[in-house]
């Protein structure tokens, strides 16, 4: 057995169980470079890793062969960590050398976060001791409550409990970062209008007096009303929601954002209505919504999704991946055929920085999942092996030719 194979392993092993140093990443990720163009080191990484599976009961045969296949196979499969795909021409992994090999390393260590449902991140403390001297960190429970008269409250350091009393309505800020809106007793004849706001590089849970569950993505805000009276529920976002509507047949709910209206008894959709993005996007997970933009109106499907353009037009779309849609609030980042261009948007809202372009922008599509609580620098290495370049510097990222 030669001394690079054992070698080999015992990188293999750290790596896959996250406690390797930088300097042993760096050395497993220079072995694998110099295998592009040596078939025996190729083959010897791959008897290691075969060698791991065997030996190491999170790592089955059937587990490592699937992990392994789908980073080698082309674009099409929709478990790939991720890939690349130049509007020309589609190259399979298996033909980018060093950048199949480094992002397999990657999309493992994302595959297993994602199958062992790990949740907890880690502490701001150990993230900062890491940090390269320029990177950013991910973003977090962050918002502001506006009350009806003007108030602010900063709900990321406010203390749990109580926060503040309109009327017979008391709001709670919950342990697991849940602001809850809850009547204690008779409602008051008239409500008022309260609003949350999250900035770039936050995110928040609202429960509002119906029950309905709101989830608000960086940069984006909901506005409602205490309680609801009337014939329908209505609030108004901006940014991105995913929302979960308590069921109320005699009271419909009615979400509203920029030129539409979305309409709901009861069900689960999330709504994307960014400012600078080119596209709102209404997508249905369960139940049923009428979308309607003033001159036009339609049903959705679960699985459908309304795209509504600068134009004003809508189209539906079907056969959606509902999961990709909304990963955000699942805490992952998840793209399947985009380009970097839409991944710096979202990075730019949860990382909190500017994005530049060096030259024009790389006209690449990419494919992927990772977990929103890296910094910023470990996606943009991830993204970076299939070719891509940037650099971070004063919270700004500069995408490079």
Not at 222 to 238: A, C, E, L, N, S
């Amino acid at each position: 057995m030669s001394e690079l194979y054992v070698r080999l392993n015992y990188l293999f092993d750290k790596y896959c169980n996250g406690i390797a140093t930088v300097d042993e990443r760096d050395e497993l990720f220079e072995i694998i470079h110099s295998s592009a163009s040596d078939p025996e080191l190729a083959a010897l990484i791959q008897n290691a890793w075969d060698t791991l599976g065997e030996h190491d009961p999170l790592f089955s045969r059937e587990k490592s062969d699937a992990i392994l296949n789908n980073i080698l196979t082309d674009r099409t499969s929709q478990t790939t960590p991720i890939s690349i795909n130049n509007r020309h021409k589609t190259l399979p992994l298996r033909k980018l050398g060093i950048a199949a090999s480094l992002v397999f390393l990657v999309g493992f260590g994302v595959y297993i976060f994602l199958s062992q449902k790990i949740t907890l991140p880690p502490s701001k403390k150990n993230i900062a001791r890491n940090h390269p001297k320029h990177d950013a960190l991910p973003g977090g429970n962050k918002a502001i409550l506006t009350l009806a008269n003007g108030t602010t409250i900063t709900l990321d350091s406010a203390q749990n409990g109580l926060l503040a009393q309109q009327g017979t309505i008391k709001i709670n800020k919950t342990r697991n970062g849940q602001l809850v809106y809850k009547a204690d007793g008779t409602a008051d004849a008239k409500p008022v209008i309260n609003t949350i706001t999250t900035p770039r590089g936050g995110q928040y849970q609202l429960i509002l007096p119906d029950g309905s569950k709101v989830c608000l993505n960086s940069a984006s805000s909901v506005t409602f009303p205490t309680f609801f009276t009337g014939k329908t529920r209505d609030v108004t976002i901006t940014g991105e929601a995913y929302f979960e509507v308590a069921k109320n047949r005699n009271m419909p709910f009615v979400v509203k954002s920029n030129q539409i209206t979305i309409e709901v008894l009861g069900t689960h959709f999330n709504v994307m209505a960014y400012n600078d993005e080119p596209e709102m996007k209404t997508t249905l997970l369960e139940g049923s919504v009428k979308i309607n933009n003033g001159t036009e109106s339609g049903f959705l499907k679960p699985g459908q999704q309304a795209v509504l353009n600068k134009d004003g037009k809508i189209k539906v779309l079907s056969d959606i991946d509902v999961d990709e849609v909304t990963a955000w609030k699942d805490g992952i980042f998840q793209f399947n055929g985009i380009g970097i261009d839409a991944i710096m948007r979202q990075a730019a809202r949860w990382y909190d920085v500017d994005i530049s372009y060096q030259g024009k922008i790389p006209r690449r599509e990419f494919s992927g999942r990772i977990s929103r609580n890296v910094k910023a620098s470990e996606l943009l290495n991830m993204l970076s092996y299939a070719g891509v370049k940037f650099k971070i510097e004063n919270m700004h990222i500069t995408v490079l030719q």
